[in-house]
């Protein structure tokens, strides 16, 4: 079974850091870009981060950029998501997402995991 | 920043069609993916690149790109179809290339 389970969420006080990581199985890792997508409780979905599948080409929303660094290990089928300085903002359930395709522009996410919930409050 | 633009909400009854559309500059232009969303779960996506269906999705969902409005329809509307729908597409129009998301759409099976 194609699978993205995501962990690592918790609550935080503002300014401090979190580490998401997402395991993937069912479907060969490396080909793929994978995605950072959020939900604040009630809102929209944002995107925040995506990395091709070899990690050579990244990229970051803007409400992010500076702040949070996206890797991914082949090796392990994983993703990680370094979270510094976080805001009340970023307060979000965390959905790792597999793109259609290697490049991590242009094509669609194709699997979703159930997400991680991140609330940043002192 | 390109906005994506949807209706709040759109209501039908079931086995009627329902049109949701979604609205952006030059979005002709763009590849536009629509993705389903039920309470608690996560998103799945039902049409990419405009008109592709993915595997096991009903072909009661199509999408369609002319002009500045994107529509993604549902035919023979069931109750199972109630979930907020978002649209999404790849901007590159500015320094900072991005995914942008519509705001949703909640359908509404009466």
């Known amino acids: 079974e194609v699978q993205l389970v995501e962990s690592g969420g918790g609550l935080v006080q503002p300014g401090r850091s979190l580490r998401l990581s997402c395991a993937a199985s069912?479907?060969?890792?490396?080909?793929?870009?994978i995605h950072w997508v959020r939900q604040a409780p009630g809102k929209g979905l944002e995107w925040v981060s995506g990395i091709s599948w070899k990690g050579g080409r990244i990229g970051y929303a803007d409400s992010v950029k500076g702040r949070f660094s996206v890797s991914r290990d082949n090796a392990k089928k994983s993703l990680y998501l370094q979270m510094n300085s976080l805001r009340s903002e970023d307060t979000a359930l965390y959905h790792c997402?597999?793109?259609?395709?290697?490049?991590?522009?242009?094509?669609?996410?194709?699997?979703w995991g159930q997400g991680t919930m991140v609330t940043v409050s002192s | 920043s390109y906005v994506l633009t949807q209706p709040p909400s759109v209501s039908v009854a079931p086995g009627q069609t329902a049109k949701i559309t979604c609205g952006g500059n030059?979005?002709?232009?763009?590849?536009v993916h629509w993705y389903q969303q039920k309470p608690g779960q996560a998103p799945v996506l039902v049409v990419c690149d405009n008109t592709d269906r993915p595997s096991g999705i009903p072909e009661r969902f199509s999408g369609s790109n002319s002009g500045n409005t994107v529509t993604l329809t549902i035919s023979e509307v069931e109750a199972g179809d109630e979930a907020d729908y978002y649209c999404q597409v790849w901007d590159s129009s500015t320094d900072h290339p991005n995914w942008v998301f519509g705001g949703g759409t909640k359908l509404t099976v009466l």
């Open positions: 997402a597999k793109g259609r395709y290697g490049d991590y522009e242009r094509d669609a996410f194709d699997i």
């Open positions: 030059r979005i002709g232009d763009k590849s």
């Open positions: 069912g479907f060969t890792f490396d080909h793929f870009a």
